[in-house]
């Protein structure tokens, strides 16, 4: 991959105003009280809404990269999904909302630490946290991806949010790879059996930022304002659709982040500082699971699999998943 750089700096915060959505608008917000948001899950408008403060961001993609791309062409599909919320035109402006891309990370944990911190995206095959106990089967299996938003969960302040993909080989039944950047005529011919890693990234980034999936007035309409948009829950395999984003998901990050002042020049350093590497220490150490930097009575990992009980902050997952997946399950369930 390319070198990045970013210029660390202290983080100015600011008050964040929540701003009601018009009434004929389908988008859903993510809040603190909504709930993880996987398949066909309402999205559910209680508590505080979701957004960063600081809409200066960076990402970092985990250099292990994917299997079934190279880290260039990775690179150039996660930079253009950033860059198609970063450009939407809000009445001939666009949103107060930057992404700067980092140099490669090494962290394939979902976690958010008070010292040291970075938005990584990473290809995870077996598709589990490796943190989540041994137990746990791991992520939804119909999952192309999922996005974990750590917020404040008394105000909704986004703190942190790491995506991660599904790297497994799909089968009948499941999601994940292989992965390309497919045609604009869709994952067809020399693609075919392939997904577009830009439509699935696109639609994590509107997570990332804090849209939810948006709730459809009749999913078997094609034309349903919802099932157009980007942040419908559901995406057929070889569709490329969710790359360009739809009225709905402009009406979202318009909403959230209206035109502002911000420009490149802005410090997009995470919260705490910027911490690339989340595996290992200084001297090259292994971190435990267990180790948290928060302080916490309760002590605890800081994954997406247990927070500390005691914490103020906490994760909320968001997934896209497979629609023809999706229904054949159901179908068989029924």
Not at 39 to 57: F, M, T
Not at 98 to 111: D, G
Not at 164 to 188: E, F, H, K, V, W
Not at 222 to 229: E, I, S
């Amino acid at each position: 991959m390319s070198s990045r750089t970013l210029s660390l700096g202290g983080l100015a915060l600011a008050f964040a105003v929540l701003v009601v959505a018009d009434d004929a608008a389908a988008f859903c917000r993510m809040t603190t009280e909504g709930g993880a948001q996987v398949g066909d899950a309402a999205c559910i408008e209680a508590g505080a809404p979701l957004e960063w403060r600081n809409p200066c961001l960076s990402y970092a993609i985990d250099d292990r990269g994917s299997q079934w791309m190279t880290d260039e062409d990775v690179e150039e599909a996660v930079d253009l999904a950033f860059k198609a919320w970063e450009d939407a035109n809000c009445d001939g402006s666009p949103p107060n909302l930057v992404f700067k891309p980092l140099q490669p990370s090494t962290c394939k944990r979902a976690e958010y630490n008070c010292e040291g911190n970075v938005n990584t995206i990473a290809f995870l095959d077996p598709w589990k946290d490796e943190c989540s106990d041994p137990e746990n089967p791991g992520y939804d299996r119909n999952a192309f991806a999922v996005t974990i938003v750590w917020h404040d969960t008394r105000t909704g302040e986004i703190l942190d949010a790491d995506m991660m993909i599904n790297d497994q080989r799909a089968s009948r039944g499941t999601a994940g790879g292989p992965y390309a950047i497919c045609p604009l005529t869709g994952c067809t011919g020399d693609f075919e059996g392939y997904a577009d890693l830009g439509s699935i990234v696109t639609h994590e980034a509107g997570h990332f930022i804090g849209i939810g999936h948006c709730n459809p007035i009749d999913e078997a309409d094609p034309n349903d304002p919802c099932v157009q948009a980007t942040m419908f829950a559901m995406a057929e395999r070889e569709s490329v659709n969710k790359r360009t984003l739809a009225p709905d998901d402009i009406a979202a990050v318009c909403t959230i982040y209206p035109p502002g002042d911000l420009d490149q020049s802005c410090n997009a350093a995470p919260i705490g500082g910027l911490q690339l590497n989340c595996e290992t220490d200084a001297d090259g150490k292994a971190i435990p699971c267990s180790d948290t930097t928060c302080g916490t009575s309760s002590g605890g990992g800081c994954s997406a699999t247990g927070s500390p009980a005691d914490a103020p902050w906490g994760p909320l997952l968001a997934a896209l998943v497979g629609l023809s997946v999706w229904r054949r399950r159901n179908a068989a369930r029924s």
